[in-house]
DNA sequence: AGCATAATTTTCCTATAGGAAAAAAGTCAA
DNA sequence: TTGACTTTTTTCCTATAGGAAAATTATGCT
């Protein structure tokens, strides 16, 4: 079999639905990698202890490394190998910024608390910041705890607040105090004094976002 | 060669120096995965496409697959593949929370600025809250931009701040104005007023760090 | 216990991984 | 252009990947 046509046979598209590769387009972003580096084949077979041909052949996607080879592989190019693997466009666009003028945050609201979205605008963020005014005074004013993989961060700015995370005694937080906790667990926030409370909290979604979820 | 020999020969050691599992640690991995699903190798098969015979000496560490394999198995597992080579010591802790009153956090001080490591007592955490007082009224007071990779997020909770962003002009940001931007970028925070100015500034490293790092 | 059924492991076999070395294809200086 | 050298591709060959199905080992169930 001619080789060309072992390459268009592999070559049928550039990606699949989710966010992985076929061997074919992984091998010709291994292989800008390695141009990036400006290594030779020779230089990171060395580098990773595989066989020259074998990089080659990665590289044009005529062969399929196994998982040992792979890491090994991985290695030689320094790079992580989870990277390979997250797809260019979900990442943070680099050199990107955005600033959220007080006020003018995308609104959020409801009887109970009132949300303003910080850097919207910006997308695949890892960071959700918020800025809130919590409305509800009792715990009985929610049907249930909020939960969602991955961690979360607040600290009170104004007013008196009290964080109820499940299983756990509910914490007193004055101005200025902070949390900091794992948004897995069910947990809830009250306004403590008579006044709202204005806080600030960011989100960051787990990576394992998907371990949790049950389909 | 009896099985018994092989398994041994795998299971010298649970991991190496870098973040990787070998083919049997891998293997336990994939399994406990797989169990706390409560799925069968059957249906993990079916699920993949590959065969139970070949899910079963994989979970055993008798079979290295290759890439593309691999992750039709990690697709049937219902796992992120990047989230296989992140060692589980690496993550954050599920169930943890940290409280940090004001003014007893971990304290930091030069003549520029003031901050405070917020939540210090976790570890491995995605985001990292700071408290800070900016004392540097002047960009000159500063010998050179700070950059590290990650995104970043700031709220001036006080007075008026200043951000120089490398080639960028600069920003003026006034109490509850906000900024989020990739911290990969050379930045600078002067205080624009005369008072001191507060800020609360979150970082969150970069999964992708090693991306720029040149050896 | 003994039988039935489900889950896992082994066997057996072919296709592919992957190394060593030869061949081919650049690259560049004189 | 020719020759010396570097880089990449092919060939050839053995060890392993990996599927189908048989064999073995749980896990009930009456």
């Not at 046509?5 to 590769?21: D, H, I, P, R, V």
Request: with cysteine; glycine share 10%.
């Amino acid at each position: 079999m001619p080789i060309a046509e072992q390459k268009k046979q592999a070559a049928n598209g550039s990606g699949n639905e989710s966010g992985t590769l076929d061997r074919y387009s992984l091998g010709e972003r291994l292989r800008q990698i390695r141009k990036e580096n400006g290594w030779t084949l020779v230089e990171v077979a060395k580098r990773s202890g595989l066989a020259t041909s074998t990089v080659s052949k990665v590289e044009r996607g005529l062969m399929s490394l196994a998982y040992d080879r792979f890491m090994q592989l991985a290695d030689g190019l320094e790079v992580d190998v989870s990277e390979l693997f997250t797809p260019e466009g979900e990442s943070f666009a680099p050199e990107s910024f955005a600033i959220t003028r007080a006020g003018e945050a995308g609104h959020h609201e409801t009887d109970l608390y009132v949300y303003d979205m910080l850097g919207a605008d910006l997308s695949h963020k890892q960071m959700v910041p918020m800025f809130g005014i919590i409305r509800a005074h009792d715990v009985r004013d929610f049907s249930e705890f909020v939960k969602h993989p991955g961690e979360e961060f607040l600290m009170v700015l104004e007013g008196e607040l009290e964080v109820h995370i499940e299983g756990r005694e509910p914490v007193q937080l004055g101005v200025h105090d902070s949390i900091y906790f794992d948004s897995g667990m069910g947990h809830l926030y009250v306004s403590a004094g008579k006044k709202d409370t204005k806080i600030i909290v960011v989100c960051a979604h787990s990576s394992a976002a998907r371990n949790n979820v049950q389909t």
